[in-house]
């Protein structure tokens, strides 16, 4: 049996960078193993990434090797504590000639072991914890609200909210509980999402990432509010869960009430971990490819709200 390591090291993977860090045999004590260094578990060079087809072949250009679930055994290893990819079925890449991401759905890229533990996660810098744990809260959201949520997803999703809400400020500050909190959450929400899909704060967070390289985290915590905001009165009582998840006595609020505690919650955990609401190398002569990028992505179909370009356009706005 072959087995694979992953380390989560670049950000933003393209092909190119794909190709020449996919894959290397360690030679000498360990034998039969390849290690790969890269954001998420596991992606297949060349253009077969961009057909979104489930090929059931795995190719690693640099071995010259094909691997099928079947023969080799991958341990995923997070080391930031975010994308939760060590327990998805799918993956992100930027074709940087088209600008656009593009995720890939593919059953043989669910690792077979995930190895989640904080102190790998212990060294990121206080902005990068802070913008992959506001991409956690995303998916836990997002998740939470999207068009397939149903009771098993919600429980993750709710639990996320309720771990991020809490340990959030401290893992930014290298607590070990906030650590551990941290861990947990951005896992739990990826079993949840890697079924129930997303939404458009993830449609509008990949196009920032194609087109201006910004981090997934950054783009998604920017924008999660203001699709909340967009989203709130599609959610049935769910901002009511989410805000208590926050701490928000909710008791005797009306929906309008407990709909704005929650995205104020989520706004203010945001600011408090220095995440900026405004993205300076927004052009307004991007705007109409960001919409269109935006409102092809495959997360925008999962959003209880439909969006049109013109809806697009006005929640980008809000960045500039
Ligand atoms: N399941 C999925 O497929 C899924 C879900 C969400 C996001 N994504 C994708 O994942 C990518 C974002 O990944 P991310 O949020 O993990 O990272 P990121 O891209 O924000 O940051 C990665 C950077 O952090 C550094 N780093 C990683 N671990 C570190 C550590 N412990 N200490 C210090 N530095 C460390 C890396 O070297 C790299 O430079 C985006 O491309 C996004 O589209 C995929
Ligand atoms: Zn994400």
Not at 231 to 241: P, S, V
Request: aromatic residues 8%; contains cysteine; charged residues 25%.
């Amino acid at each position: 049996m072959h087995t694979i390591f992953t380390f989560y090291i670049i950000s933003n993977p393209d092909v190119e960078h794909h190709n020449s860090y996919a894959a290397f045999d360690i030679n000498g004590e360990m034998k039969n193993c390849t290690v790969i260094f890269t954001t998420e578990p596991f992606r297949k060079p060349g253009d077969m990434f961009f057909d979104h087809m489930v090929t059931g072949l795995v190719p690693i250009d640099d071995l010259g090797t094909l691997y099928t679930k079947e023969d080799a055994a991958n341990f995923a290893v997070p080391t930031t504590g975010g994308t939760g990819a060590e327990s998805t079925i799918n993956y992100v890449i930027t074709d940087v000639e088209k600008k656009r991401k593009f995720v890939c759905v593919d059953p043989n890229d669910i690792p077979d072991v995930a190895v989640v533990d904080p102190d790998m996660m212990s060294s990121m810098p206080k902005g990068l914890t802070a913008s992959t744990g506001m991409d956690a809260l995303t998916h836990a959201i997002e998740g939470y609200t999207t068009k397939a949520a149903w009771a098993l997803a919600d429980c993750l999703d709710l639990e996320a909210i309720k771990l991020i809400a809490k340990n959030l400020r401290k893992a930014v500050q290298n607590d070990p509980d906030g650590r551990e909190g941290m861990a947990l959450a951005q896992y739990v929400t990826a079993m949840a999402y890697s079924n129930v899909g997303l939404g458009i704060a993830h449609s509008m967070a990949h196009t920032l990432g194609a087109v201006y390289d910004t981090p997934h985290g950054v783009a998604c915590a920017m924008m999660l509010p203001i699709v909340m905001e967009y989203n709130q009165e599609y959610t049935g009582e769910k901002f009511r869960d989410i805000a208590e998840a926050f701490g928000v006595d909710t008791k005797g609020m009306s929906a309008d009430e407990y709909r704005k505690a929650a995205i104020d919650a989520v706004r203010q955990l945001s600011v408090d971990v220095g995440i900026p609401t405004k993205l300076e190398k927004l052009k307004e002569e991007d705007l109409p490819f960001l919409c269109e990028s935006a409102a092809a992505d495959a997360c925008a179909p999962g959003n209880p709200r439909a969006a049109s370009l013109a809806d697009f356009e006005a929640m980008f706005r809000k960045l500039m």
